[in-house]
């Protein structure tokens, strides 16, 4: 069991930055491909990046390519999310995910859908204004 509880979120005006945190506990968290999903008011959940298990690979979804950056430190057991140029269309409650698998190979790319994820923190919201 890996409890994930996420920080960092808040309001801020379009063009900023703001950098989301994923602290991690209870289970095996060095092993697993960690990832970034968002959801928007009245929309569905969407993938926004993922990290595998030892940080040598990352994957965006197109709407965040050049703008986030997601990286971790396993002997801290956190994952962070380095949000710039922040638009209104980013606002979301972020939540982190944790792999259902350990040690996935990213061989074949990293995982983009929820059912590829077990553990969810129950997120933070990030408020971009125009």
């Known amino acids: 069991q890996v409890q994930l509880v996420e920080s960092g979120g808040g309001l801020v005006q379009a063009g900023g930055s703001l950098r989301l945190s994923c602290a991690a506990s209870?289970?095996?968290?060095?092993?697993?491909?960690m990832g970034w999903f968002r959801q928007a008011p009245g929309k569905e959940r969407e993938f926004v990046a993922a990290?595998?298990?030892?940080?040598?690979?990352?994957y965006y979804a197109d709407s965040v390519k050049g703008r986030f950056t997601v990286s971790r430190d396993n002997a801290k057991k956190t994952v962070a999310l380095q949000m710039n140029s922040l638009k209104p269309e980013d606002t979301a409650v972020y939540h982190c995910?944790?792999?259902?698998?350990?040690?996935?190979?990213?061989?074949?790319?990293?995982?983009?859908?929820?059912?590829?994820?077990?553990?969810w923190g129950q997120g933070t919201l990030v408020t971009v204004a125009s």
């Open positions: 209870g289970g095996p968290f060095s092993s697993r491909t």
């Open positions: 990290i595998d298990w030892n940080g040598g690979q990352t």
């Open positions: 995910a944790a792999d259902k698998l350990l040690y996935r190979s990213s061989r074949y790319g990293l995982p983009d859908t929820e059912d590829a994820y077990r553990y």
